[in-house]
């Protein structure tokens, strides 16, 4: 069975994307990190996650993030399902982040929007079924 093994995002500058993914994700480690060329220029690149997934983080970037509420193609956001919404929210609230916006009421789900970082986007989903019909309901 298929399954996301890790994301790859190419920031200006690493520190603050990794302190919102830190504080969202606590039990997440630097899995490694390390120095590189990216066709002849220099990139720090670090991975953070756990065993089984991570996100990868590299730095150079040159530009703006896409705008998230404009039309150009790109990253849209990550989401990641999470067992407590209401633990992450509470914990990233206490140190500062504030949800970008909340999504749809769904009556098996419940999720909320972060903007980090560089202007990258986070979804944080709880599923309050494990039923997949009811987890995929589409309203």
Known sequence: MPKLEHAN????????TLKFLETAFPE???RGEGKSEW???PRRWLHFG???SYVTLNDHGEGAQRDLAGF?????????Q?????EIVGRLESAGYRPHHLGEDHPHRKNTY???GEGLEFEFIEYLSDAPEEKNYYV
């Open 72 to 80: 150009e193609p790109g990253l849209a956001h990550l989401g990641f």
């Open 114 to 116: 972060f903007i980090a």
């Open 82 to 86: 999470v067992s407590s919404l209401d």
């Open 39 to 41: 066709y002849g220029r």
């Open 9 to 16: 995002l190419v920031l200006t500058k690493i520190e603050p």
């Open 28 to 30: 997440w480690r630097i």
């Open 50 to 52: 756990d065993d089984e």
